[in-house]
């Protein structure tokens, strides 16, 4: 699987949420609703989620290993920075 588009919407806020992205996979399947969010030791992506019934939060939509994660990631990200 390929990730064959990414789009990323900068967030204009106060808060620690910079921008909303969707990434297309084989240009037949798409994720909205990822989040890029700042911490104190950079940025990462939190998958679309939804709050349950006891207050957490649960993902809708997640990778099954660390090496789709990071090149999730890594597409956002490059995007991100080229918007800068």
């Known amino acids: 699987m390929q990730i064959t588009d990414v789009r990323v919407r900068k967030v204009t806020s106060q808060n620690r949420m910079k921008a ?5 996979f084989d240009d037949v399947f ?8 700042e911490k104190d030791d950079g940025l990462f992506i939190a998958m679309p989620s939804k709050k349950i019934p006891n ?3 649960k993902d809708i939509a997640h990778p ?6 990071e090149a999730i990631k890594n597409s956002i990200l ?3 920075n080229e918007a800068e």
């Open 20 to 24: 909303i992205a969707s990434v297309t």
């Open 30 to 37: 798409v994720v909205h609703d990822i989040k890029v969010i």
């Open 55 to 57: 207050g957490e939060f």
């Open 64 to 69: 099954l290993n660390s090496e789709t994660r």
């Open 78 to 80: 490059a995007k991100y």
